[in-house]
């Protein structure tokens, strides 16, 4: 069964026009909900991790929050630069993480 | 600090041949990951090591496959008698040992990308 889902499966964006990301994961026991950005052919760079309901990150034009069943990466105005796959995973009962297929953004100038 | 490393980037081979990949873990990370992933999917978990233990093993991992960290510090794969179904990127993450509940970030190696013909 599906425990990571992310969507949109991919997201084109104009420059400067913010938009969300959503992963919703259907474990239980959530022992913590990561995020990375990946760039082709490069190994996924960690971006956030998240603990528990109502926590938020922040990093650059990059905001992660949690709740019960789903996490949102935010991205304000994005740059061309911005654009690659952003995964997220989750760890509950062992140390493997479990990720999603991924949202593959593009930004436009 | 250089990061998690991993040999070599890129490796054809021939349907039936072995191969072995190596990753060196951030020094001073103890737990060692092996990854695979196809294009379009997310990373798939085969195992990981706590030092020289190899605490988990995925389903995904047959009995082609074989990891070991004999010292504790880096680690190999091998799979034997390659498969085409085995072309993919093999991704090694390293992160210190999680404690009292916490789950400590792993961190990417750039992957060594397989090619069976």
């Known amino acids: 069964e599906d425990q990571v889902t992310q969507s949109p499966e991919a997201l084109r964006l104009q420059e400067g026009e913010s938009s969300s990301l959503n992963c919703s994961y259907t474990?239980?026991?959530?022992?913590?909900l990561f995020w990375y950005r990946q760039d082709p052919g490069k190994g996924p760079e960690f971006l956030f991790t998240?603990?528990?309901a109502g926590e938020e990150k922040e990093k650059e034009r990059l905001k992660a929050t949690l709740t019960k069943k789903e996490s949102f990466l935010h991205i304000t105005a994005p740059k061309p630069e911005d654009s690659a796959t952003y995964l997220c995973?989750?760890?509950?009962?062992?140390?493997?993480?479990?990720f999603g297929t991924g949202t593959r953004l593009q930004v436009f100038p | 600090d250089t990061g998690v490393s991993q040999n070599p980037r890129h490796k054809i081979t021939k349907r039936g041949q072995n191969v072995t990949f190596r990753c060196d873990p951030i020094?001073?990370?103890?737990?060692l990951y092996w990854y695979r992933q196809t294009l379009g999917q997310g990373p798939e978990f085969l195992t990981y090591?706590?030092?020289?233990?190899?605490?988990?093993k995925s389903r995904l991992l047959s009995d082609r496959f074989s990891a070991e960290r004999p010292k504790g510090s880096f680690s190999t794969l091998e799979i034997q008698r390659t498969e085409q179904g085995d072309s993919a990127m093999y991704l090694c993450?390293?992160?210190?040992?999680?404690?009292?509940?916490?789950?400590?970030?792993?961190?990417f190696g750039p992957g060594t990308r397989l090619t069976v013909t």
């Open positions: 474990v239980s026991g959530l022992r913590g």
């Open positions: 020094s001073e990370h103890n737990r």
């Open positions: 998240l603990y528990s």
């Open positions: 993450a390293s992160s210190p040992e999680a404690q009292g509940g916490s789950s400590y970030e792993q961190y």
């Open positions: 995973a989750v760890r509950y009962n062992t140390d493997k993480l479990i």
């Open positions: 090591f706590q030092n020289e233990a190899q605490l988990e």
